[in-house]
């Protein structure tokens, strides 16, 4: 069974940081991970993915601020968000997928939240 759990989320102030962890089990080195984070009242989006070679992309609002990165022999992935800003807040969640579709799983997500 494929489990992914995300942890590291907290209560930080604006210029702060987080490192967001995700752990998964079941699953050898998914082809593509990511993170993601959902505000209230918002959609979900695409924060950083990394790929099993460890290439990374990242949304414009994060980059230069956030890194993703992930080590497949602990089977974690990290994000280390740094200079965090108020509308950083959301629930942040891991996805492990694969490039053709054959799974899509997510973990349960985290809470970060940035405020003075």
């Known amino acids: 069974q494929v489990q992914l759990v995300e942890s590291g989320g907290g209560l930080v102030h604006p210029g702060g940081s987080l490192r967001l962890s995700c752990a998964w089990t079941?699953?050898?080195?998914?082809?593509?991970m990511g993170w993601f984070r959902q505000a209230p009242g918002k959609e979900r989006e695409l924060v950083a993915t990394?790929?099993?070679?460890?290439?990374?992309g990242y949304d414009d609002s994060v980059k230069g601020r956030f890194t993703a990165s992930r080590d497949n022999d602990k089977q974690t992935m990290y994000l280390q968000m740094n200079n965090l800003q108020p509308e950083d807040t959301a629930v942040y969640y891991c996805?492990?997928?694969?490039?053709?579709?054959?799974?899509?799983?997510w973990g349960q997500g985290t809470q970060v939240t940035v405020s003075p």
């Open positions: 079941g699953i050898y080195s998914p082809d593509v």
């Open positions: 990394v790929r099993s070679g460890g290439t990374t």
């Open positions: 996805r492990a997928r694969a490039l053709l579709g054959e799974y899509d799983y």
